[in-house]
């Protein structure tokens, strides 16, 4: 079987086909051999994949971020209403359990 909706895209074999030669009697020729079946993965997919790596190889905790923040706490130039403090906890929270 095959189905090729992409052509010209990366492609990979089923292993099945090789990983089952044992059961293959020594005489059995190559037209005695069921096809194997190929899977074209489309540009996006392959994109998506490697922009995952990108964003997996980003650390946790912005560092810089972090320091801009406490010097701006400590300056008593950090601005922020009681409101805004809450609604970013209760979003956070709501990430954490959803």
Known sequence: MRI????????TRDTVATSQSHLRTPSATVRDEAPTDVTNLSPDYQRIQELTGMVNGLPEIR???VDALG????????????????????????????
Do not use: W
């Not at 400590?74 to 979003?91: F, K, M, V």
């Open 4 to 11: 090729d909706l992409n052509s010209g895209v990366g492609q």
């Open 71 to 98: 010097v701006m706490i400590r300056n008593g130039t950090y601005d922020c209403t009681p409101a805004e403090t809450a609604e970013a906890l209760l979003s956070h929270m709501a990430d954490a359990v959803g």
């Open 63 to 65: 560092q810089d971020k």
